[in-house]
């Protein structure tokens, strides 16, 4: 895809423009907004932390979805969850009160995402439900400052982010809300109307980015109107025109009907987006460790969250296909990371501190996965020492042997395991192609580490990471 050169010529021209220091203008429709060129450091950042966290805290049953699934789905489980734990007449609302964060540090948060080796954060400002995380001026007496926890929430997170980190701050915001009276009229009159968007969604939208500054505002609830009616085109103009994060903002695709997996900055198209293969621009998989709710479950079992070599999988997969990595855990209602979440993200921050080097700041390679060995997944990077390819094996090998298809050795290839201290591996160049790499027995106490293990190819005759650096597409356009 990368040598398809008539799809870069528009961002080609801007990046021109921005490195000869002309100003960049982008007017609100599609082509000139997706010319924009997405800011280095969320390709570069490759791994995310996603937050839900809301009133759907509280009930903490089924998922985030709690609210609609309970009064509009009327489904039996959330019906009966209902009639055996709370009195007949009681409302959703009823649920805000008792959404008090007391435990909430926000600097204990910032301590454990750090560790994690997540490069950017999401944190859900507004879900459906349409309660805010923040004091709103355009949330009347549903927002967490008036009723709940009666804190800023997101700004706290953001100032503890911000003090002990160098972690990317950003906002997840939902553009409808389930039961609103006015989106609801708007939706009756087929759309024709926009008193919900004028009135809520978009002064919500730039009053969040004005008083948080997100380098990430990630948008969704997009799914029954078009972006006109959303008037994201307009938002957008100013968000990368006139924002106070013009030059680092990033944004994904849900700004209306027909936007997904076309239009925006990155795309994360559906939920759990992973392809398993290249696609022909920037995207993410948002994913969660509870496997079945973005939001906290009280009564999730041990089986429904992701073990280390699942994640690990996931990460593999997506970044070697030229994806980030956007993991998802919902805070409880009480302001808690639940333990068996924070194991998962230090744990995942162990191993990306081992072998962070084939994950952060990479490129696909020709091969994303092996063409004969399944559990091998590819990234590629260019160092001062010239390009390296990165093998991360899934499953140790249980032969003394690792039989490779898509690497092709040369007289200067040097193969090494990422984080041992041992000796290079030996290997012999295929018969017919690919390489066969002698595994040597290693004690369990020298492994670098316990799941996933990362082998590094240099000096490969055909080592070239597919994506070309932005040097090399100027001169493609000259």
């Known amino acids: 895809m990368w040598s398809q050169r008539n799809s870069f010529v528009a961002t080609l021209c801007v990046l021109s423009l921005v490195l000869s220091g002309q100003a960049v203008r982008y007017t609100p429709d ?33 998922s985030e979805w709690f609210w609609y699934n309970w009064k509009t789905q009327q ?18 609302a009823d649920f805000a009160p008792q959404f008090k964060a007391e435990f909430y540090d926000p600097y204990k948060w910032a301590d454990i995402f750090n560790a994690s080796g997540a490069n950017y954060i999401v944190l859900v400002t507004k879900h459906h439900e349409g309660f805010t995380n923040w004091p709103s001026k355009y949330s009347w007496n549903w927002n ?25 701050f950003g906002v997840y915001h939902s553009l409808f809300e389930f039961y609103n009276p006015l989106w609801l009229q708007d939706q009756a009159n087929g759309f024709h109307t926009q008193d919900f968007v004028k009135t809520k969604t978009m002064p919500e939208l730039y009053e969040l980015v004005k008083q948080y500054k997100p ?16 008037m994201s085109k307009d938002f957008l103009a100013w968000l990368y025109n006139d924002s106070p ?15 997904r997996c076309k239009h925006g900055g990155f795309w994360n198209c559906n939920d759990k987006f992973n392809p398993g293969k290249l696609v022909p621009h920037k995207w993410e998989n948002a994913m969660t460790l509870d496997k079945y709710s973005w939001g906290y479950r009280r009564n999730a079992k041990l ?44 744990q995942m921050g162990q191993w990306l501190q081992v072998n962070g080097e084939a994950i952060y ?3 696909p390679w020709t091969y994303q996965n092996d063409t004969t060995y399944p ?59 690919g390489m066969v790499i002698n595994i040597p027995a290693i004690r369990f106490s020298d492994m670098p580490c316990e799941w996933g293990w990362v082998l590094k190819l240099e000096g490969l005759s055909n080592q070239k990471a597919v994506a070309p650096s932005v040097e090399e597409l100027l001169q493609q356009l000259h």
């Open 303 to 346: 089986e429904d969250i992701q073990t280390m070599e699942e994640l690990i999988t996931l990460m593999a997969r997506t970044v070697s296909c030229g994806g980030n990595l956007l993991v998802n855990v919902g805070p409880t209602s009480y302001g808690e990371i639940a333990p068996i979440y924070e194991e998962r993200l230090r």
């Open 144 to 168: 967490a400052m008036d009723v709940g926890p009666n804190r800023d929430l997101v700004g706290e997170l953001a100032a503890a982010i911000r003090a002990k980190t160098k972690i990317h």
């Open 361 to 363: 700041g990479t490129k």
């Open 30 to 62: 599609w082509k000139s907004l997706d010319s924009r060129p997405l800011p280095a450091w969320y390709d570069e950042s490759k791994v995310g932390i996603f937050l839900h966290w809301g009133v759907f805290s509280v009930p903490s049953f089924g």
């Open 375 to 433: 559990d091998v997944w590819y990234t590629a990077k260019t160092g001062a020492s010239g390009a390296v390819v990165y093998a991360i094996l899934l499953k140790w090998p249980t032969d003394p042997v690792l039989k490779l298809g898509a690497p092709t050795a040369s007289s200067q290839t040097k193969v090494t395991l990422v984080g041992y201290k041992g000796a290079p591996f030996t290997f012999t160049p295929g018969s017919s192609g």
């Open 245 to 259: 994060v013009k030059d680092t903002v990033v944004v994904n695709d849900r700004w209306g009907n027909t936007t």
């Open 215 to 230: 380098d990430v505002v990630w948008s969704d609830g997009d799914w029954l109107a078009s972006d006109d009616y959303w």
């Open 75 to 92: 489904l039996p489980a959330y019906l009966f969850f209902m009639e055996e734990n709370y009195r007949p007449d009681f409302t959703y």
